[in-house]
């Protein structure tokens, strides 16, 4: 099931990689993060290639609801309370420049963006968002209350970031990465120092960016711990009404929405990959209840990484691997993550210093409550006396009857009903 973006779009192809290369910096994954990498250090005069395991975007850059916003649900109190309000200041900072990067790529790039108010509702919790109202005066964020957000169902308020954006982001990333020097259908199969093999040949570089969705090298970096992944499902909509804005639950399995070219973009229904979940049946039913006028005219599927505390993983891969980095635990908010990952390891790529390096640093403490919960989660299902199983680390799978696959509900593999597999850490198809 193809979304509204990959329907709209003409990508261009890329032949694979044939042999062997030596490049200065090599970027493993195409999706947002990965091109917007390789498109940052070829406008610094870097050479460097980008290796895509199928094709460009495929997975979850092409499935996003495109939100460009430095309110990432309401997190900031969360940062406050756990790395401090200068931390936090600093998070929504580089955040927000990245909107503001939009902003001025866009202006030269056709790719219908369009300035936006973000709202973060709850139906439920008043007193988180006074909480997050606190935090953000504290940072100094210009954000305000909105007592009655024009949402089809009663709310106990929303808070508001003011001219964020949306956008269409495979117009945008096919309109930059054209002159890049890509390879689709190579995928890293293997990684040792300096070097990256592929099933037609081996890459030689003297920096490595794992831009992969999921850290895919296990013996590195404990990512198998600290991260786990969740999936969430969207409806595009025909005859629905234009929100004025953009909107988001502040709860993991609530909904949200935005408009795009006379569409209603309905998204909701999550749940962690490898567990049961409202789908699109939950989102259908919204839909008939709301909107009883409107027309499904598509529907798709994201899967998004989640870090143990609110803040993804940029920098160094693990403590023992100079020269090897990563980004991943977007928690859902990959536009303007992909933007600064990419800012932050252009930046290390080239020896350069960069302010937030601290800030995201993928060694930093993983003593959190979700890490309890990822260990359970894992303990629980790899003694599971079931088939099939993970090759990734070996963990039971799960039948997802709404999609058609099987999901691993301890660092979110998936696969066709054939083995095929369709999203990582797992890096090869499974024998079914």
Same mark, same amino acid.
């Given at each position: 099931?193809?979304?509204v973006?990959?329907?709209?779009a003409?990508?261009?192809?890329?032949?694979?990689?044939?042999?062997?290369?030596?490049?200065?910096?090599?970027?493993?994954g195409?999706?947002?993060?990965?091109?917007?990498?390789?498109w940052?250090?070829?406008?610094?005069?870097?050479?460097?290639?980008?290796?895509?395991?199928?094709?460009?975007?495929?997975?979850?850059?092409?499935?996003?609801?495109?939100?460009?916003?430095?309110?990432?649900?309401?997190?900031?109190?969360?940062?406050?309370?756990?790395?401090?309000?200068?931390?936090?200041?600093?998070?929504?900072? #580089?955040?927000?420049?990245? #909107?503001?990067?939009?902003?001025?790529?866009?202006?030269?790039?056709?790719?219908?963006? &369009?300035?936006?108010?973000?709202?973060?509702?709850?139906?439920?919790?008043?007193?988180?968002?006074?909480?997050?109202?606190?935090?953000?005066?504290?940072?100094?964020?210009?954000?305000?209350? #909105?007592?009655?957000?024009?949402?089809p169902?009663?709310?106990?308020?929303?808070?508001?970031?003011?001219r964020?954006?949306?956008?269409?982001?495979?117009?945008?990333?096919?309109?930059?990465?054209? &002159?890049?020097?890509?390879?689709?259908?190579t995928?890293?199969?293997?990684?040792?120092?300096?070097?990256?093999?592929?099933?037609?040949?081996?890459?030689r570089?003297?920096?490595?960016?794992?831009?992969?969705?999921?850290?895919?090298?296990?013996?590195?970096?404990?990512?198998?711990?600290?991260?786990?992944?969740?999936?969430?499902?969207?409806?595009?909509?025909?005859?629905?009404?234009?929100?004025?804005?953009?909107? #988001?639950?502040?709860?993991?399995?609530?909904?949200?929405?935005?408009?795009?070219d006379g569409?209603?973009?309905?998204?909701?229904? *999550?749940?962690?990959? *490898?567990?049961?979940?409202?789908?699109?049946?939950?989102?259908?039913?919204?839909?008939?209840?709301?909107?009883?006028?409107?027309?499904?005219?598509?529907?798709?599927?994201?899967?998004?990484?989640?870090?143990?505390?609110?803040?993804?993983?940029?920098?160094?891969?693990?403590?023992?691997?100079p020269?090897?980095?990563?980004?991943?635990?977007?928690?859902?908010?990959?536009?303007?993550?992909?933007?600064?990952?990419?800012?932050?390891?252009?930046?290390?790529?080239?020896?350069?210093?960069?302010?937030?390096?601290?800030i995201?640093?993928?060694?930093?403490?993983?003593?959190?409550?979700?890490?309890?919960?990822?260990?359970?989660?894992?303990?629980?299902?790899?003694?599971?006396?079931?088939?099939?199983?993970c090759?990734?680390?070996?963990?039971?799978?799960?039948?997802?009857?709404? &999609?058609?696959?099987?999901?691993?509900?301890?660092?979110?593999?998936?696969?066709?009903?054939?083995?095929?597999?369709?999203?990582?850490?797992?890096?090869?198809?499974?024998?079914?």
């Amino acid at each position: 099931m193809e979304s509204v973006w990959s329907k709209t779009a003409e990508f261009p192809e890329f032949q694979p990689l044939e042999g062997d290369l030596k490049t200065g910096v090599l970027v493993i994954g195409g999706g947002i993060t990965g091109i917007l990498c390789a498109w940052m250090l070829r406008r610094r005069g870097v050479d460097c290639a980008l290796i895509e395991a199928g094709r460009l975007c495929g997975g979850t850059t092409g499935c996003t609801t495109a939100k460009i916003t430095s309110q990432h649900g309401l997190i900031y109190h969360r940062l406050v309370k756990e790395f401090g309000v200068d931390a936090a200041r600093l998070y929504w900072q #580089v955040q927000e420049a990245a #909107v503001g990067r939009y902003r001025e790529l866009c202006r030269d790039v056709p790719c219908d963006f &369009e300035e936006k108010d973000n709202f973060v509702y709850t139906p439920d919790h008043r007193a988180e968002l006074e909480k997050e109202l606190e935090a953000l005066e504290r940072i100094g964020a210009p954000a305000r209350f #909105v007592r009655e957000p024009p949402l089809p169902f009663p709310t106990l308020g929303a808070v508001c970031f003011p001219r964020q954006g949306q956008f269409h982001p495979l117009k945008f990333l096919a309109a930059i990465v054209r &002159e890049l020097p890509v390879y689709e259908h190579t995928r890293a199969l293997e990684w040792e120092p300096g070097l990256v093999r592929t099933q037609r040949g081996t890459v030689r570089a003297e920096r490595i960016i794992a831009a992969t969705h999921f850290p895919f090298i296990t013996n590195h970096g404990g990512y198998f711990l600290k991260l786990y992944q969740h999936r969430s499902y969207v409806l595009a909509l025909e005859h629905g009404p234009d929100m004025g804005g953009m909107y #988001v639950d502040a709860s993991e399995t609530g909904m949200s929405f935005r408009n795009y070219d006379g569409l209603l973009l309905l998204g909701g229904g *999550g749940h962690r990959t *490898g567990k049961k979940g409202g789908g699109w049946r939950e989102l259908e039913d919204a839909a008939r209840k709301y909107y009883p006028h409107v027309k499904i005219v598509y529907r798709w599927a994201a899967q998004d990484c989640m870090s143990l505390d609110g803040a993804p993983y940029v920098g160094q891969y693990g403590k023992s691997t100079p020269g090897l980095y990563t980004a991943s635990g977007f928690n859902k908010w990959g536009m303007t993550g992909a933007m600064t990952a990419a800012e932050l390891l252009t930046d290390l790529a080239i020896g350069r210093e960069n302010l937030y390096t601290g800030i995201f640093d993928p060694s930093r403490t993983i003593l959190r409550p979700q890490l309890a919960a990822n260990m359970l989660e894992s303990a629980l299902n790899l003694l599971t006396p079931t088939v099939p199983r993970c090759p990734h680390m070996g963990c039971a799978l799960k039948y997802n009857a709404q &999609e058609h696959t099987w999901d691993c509900p301890c660092h979110g593999s998936r696969f066709a009903e054939n083995g095929k597999v369709l999203d990582g850490p797992a890096n090869g198809d499974k024998q079914m």
